[in-house]
């Protein structure tokens, strides 16, 4: 005999029930660093443009000022002439001085620029990120937008964080010369106030770098809170407490991996397209070598912030049971 509608051989089958949310669980280390690894396989393509945008113009021009420097500054010393040692003192003439600092101030303008463009680099990554923990698919010009939008409050993050490390190191600094002149003795000479300057020097040395640890977060914040630099700063240090070495390992792990595959990939295309082609020594294989260098760079760029990232949404789950279906702009 057959059942009716609705029922089965154990009974009637009621409503289905209802489905459960997707929920983001912690992950250990090692997880972590999968996850980044599967984001940046998933997404090469979006990542790749992302920092094309974004960060290889600034990386090509901060390139050719550190060449414009260095060109600068070989035309202005001496040439030995065989295979003497130029022993004389090395001046340079006012027009020499006038390139080699204009040459500078280029560099440094430049600098700043590679800075910026990696603030906003890292917001749009940071914003692909969190699309794909929410399912959706990532839109390049959805993180391009949203990146721009928050580049003046990433850069109050910028000028808050440097001027409170610099702060710090200047504040070291200061107390360890009133320590090494305790009792009135000669910092050259030695002595136990020498040995407490150098004391405070270490401590104070450690502090900027822990402090640089508990704020690595403050731009994914920025990015996907929408918060102002003060706040970001803040809730990076609630985000990170208790967890700094855990932190720093990502940083260093990261940062590890980016530098070995991009030197070697650096040395192995350098040594074929320039090394080979131009010579080992001359100009062009130079300026090459500085491309390829620079484009390694941006390729690799997006790794660290897709782990900081990783690493928020991480500290999220485990300090807010974050969910989901609750947006990081409502913490």
């Not at 113009?57 to 040439?79: C, D």
């Not at 941006?298 to 789950?317: M, N, S």
């Amino acid at each position: 005999m057959s059942e009716p509608p609705g029922w089965n051989a154990w009974g009637p089958l009621g409503p289905p029930p209802p489905e459960e949310p997707r929920r983001l669980v912690p992950v250990s280390f090692g997880g972590l660093l999968e996850i980044t690894a599967r984001l940046a396989r998933r997404h090469a393509g979006r990542l790749l443009v992302l920092a094309a945008l974004f960060l290889l113009p600034a990386w090509l021009l901060n390139a050719a000022a550190g060449l414009q420097l260095v060109s600068a500054v070989l035309e202005a010393l001496p040439v030995p002439a065989g295979i003497e040692p130029v022993r004389r003192p090395v001046t340079f003439t006012p027009e020499q001085t006038r390139r080699i600092a204009e040459a500078a101030l280029l560099l440094l303008g430049t600098s700043a620029l590679v800075g910026s463009a990696g603030a906003v680099a890292g917001a749009a990554f940071s914003d692909v990120v969190e699309q794909d923990y929410r399912g959706l698919e990532p839109s390049i010009g959805h993180a391009g937008a949203r990146a721009l939008r928050r580049l003046p409050a990433m850069l109050g993050v910028i000028l808050l964080s440097t001027v409170a490390l610099l702060g710090v190191l200047l504040g070291g600094l200061v107390l360890a010369a009133l320590l090494s002149l305790i009792g009135g003795i000669d910092p050259r000479g030695g002595g136990l106030g020498v040995f407490l300057g150098l004391v405070v020097m270490v401590a104070f040395v450690a502090a900027v770098i822990v402090m640089s640890i508990r704020w690595s977060l403050s731009n994914v914040i920025v990015a996907l809170e929408e918060a102002g630099p003060l706040r970001a700063l803040v809730r990076s240090w609630r985000l990170t407490a208790g967890v700094a070495w855990r932190t720093l390992g990502v940083l260093l792990s990261v940062t590890l991996v980016a530098a070995v595959i991009g030197g070697l990939l650096s040395e192995i295309l350098g040594l074929t397209f320039a090394d080979l082609i131009f010579g080992e020594s001359s100009q062009n294989a130079l300026i090459v070598r500085t491309i390829i260098s620079a484009t390694l760079s941006v390729a690799l760029a997006p790794l660290l912030p897709l782990a900081l990232t990783v690493l928020y949404f991480d500290q999220r789950v485990r300090r807010e049971a974050f969910d989901l279906d609750v947006g990081p702009e409502n913490p």
